[in-house]
């Protein structure tokens, strides 16, 4: 089964993570990057949604299981290959040439929360899915480049309360919060929404760049 996969529709590029809870691991890192490499290929994309093809899930963050098996053999190589390679997939967003806009159509849970908020947009469908930072509850800590750009989403004082607590929060919340730009009813609302906001973008992002 395929990991993520990407197609073109006019000058909007949609990536769909496509693994079920869409657990981060090396053959996660590798594909999104892969992926991210053809896309700015492409000079005739103007935009990027990045969401998933599951039902209930937009991503459940690292993948735990991996982590430990990888642990477990001592391979701290495919270990340090995953770190570099997460680390910089939430670099290349922040610094893409074109806008990218999140349609979080389910949970978004730690690093996949994270990965949501390196977009420059967030778009989520309210009737199922919620948006959470858990490290709280399983003490890890948030490394300071992590922070910064979390804090680049959501506003401080929303920020101190689910960095904290651990809350789950739903899509309306978060658009109160204006974390998010839009509270869609349903995943097919959520993509018509999401795709039409991605095509009113024409232009480059001036003064970033791609490295």
Same mark, same amino acid.
């Given at each position: ?15 769909? /993570? ?23 290929? +492409?000079? +005739?994309?103007?935009? !990027? ?21 990888? /642990? ?6 495919? !270990? ?8 910089? *997939? @939430? ?17 978004? @849970? ?9 977009? +420059?947009?967030?778009? /989520?469908?309210?009737?199922?899915? @919620? ?6 509850? !399983? ?7 992590? *922070? ?5 989403? !959501? ?57």
């Amino acid at each position: 089964m395929a990991i993520i996969e990407w197609e073109k529709k006019g000058s909007t590029a949609i990536i769909n /993570m496509c693994n079920g809870a869409n657990k981060q691991n090396l053959a996660f890192v590798t594909k999104m990057n892969q992926s991210l490499d053809e896309i700015q290929e +492409d000079k +005739d994309i103007f935009s !990027i949604v990045l969401t998933s093809s599951d039902e209930k899930n937009f991503s459940q963050g690292i993948d735990v299981e991996w982590l430990g098996q990888k /642990m477990n053999e001592k391979d701290f190589g495919s !270990i340090k290959s995953f770190m570099h390679g997460v680390n910089n *997939i @939430f670099k290349r967003i922040l610094l893409m040439p074109v806008p990218v806009i999140a349609a979080i159509n389910g949970h978004a @849970f730690g690093n996949g929360a994270m990965l949501a908020c390196t977009c +420059d947009f967030r778009f /989520m469908k309210k009737d199922k899915g @919620f948006f959470c930072f858990p490290e709280v509850d !399983i003490s890890i800590p948030f490394l300071p480049g992590m *922070i910064k750009f979390v804090r680049k989403a !959501i506003p401080e004082y929303k920020f101190n309360e689910m960095i904290l607590s651990g809350k789950r929060v739903g899509a309306q919340e978060l658009q109160d919060s204006h974390v998010i730009v839009k509270a869609s009813a349903n995943r097919e609302e959520l993509l018509s929404d999401t795709l039409a906001f991605a095509g009113t973008f024409t232009k480059k992002k001036e003064g970033f760049s791609v490295n």
